[in-house]
């Protein structure tokens, strides 16, 4: 990833994010980005959360990013979108 952040958001992803930011409607703090089920047939996540011991915190865009240091390695290099059709977040770590 050529940026200094462990993740990114795509434009779709950002303008919504920060439609809560903004608005300050966000149900939590940060925006949570991790894995559930373990690094082989786990699944990307991302919620609204508050902070925890464990979690490395970043301010990526402007957007408030907690990521677990235990789920740091897995979840480095992926990209966040937003499908308006769909109205979903999509979490996915392009191929490099």
């Not at 930011?21 to 047939?41: H, K, L, N, Q, W």
């Not at 979840?75 to 191929?95: C, M, S």
Request: hydrophobic content about 35%; some cysteine; overall charge negative.
């Amino acid at each position: 990833m050529s940026n200094q952040f462990p993740v990114q958001f795509t434009p779709e992803a950002r303008a919504n994010l920060w439609h809560y930011v903004d608005s300050g409607t966000m149900p939590e703090p940060f925006v949570r980005i991790g894995m559930r089920g373990g690094a082989c047939g786990g699944t990307f996540v991302l919620g609204f959360d508050s902070q925890t011991e464990h979690d490395e915190t970043y301010l990526i865009e402007g957007i408030p990013v907690l990521i677990d240091r235990r789920e740091l390695l897995f979840v480095l290099g992926t990209q966040i979108d937003f499908e308006t059709r769909a109205n979903g977040f999509y979490l996915h770590k392009p191929q490099t």
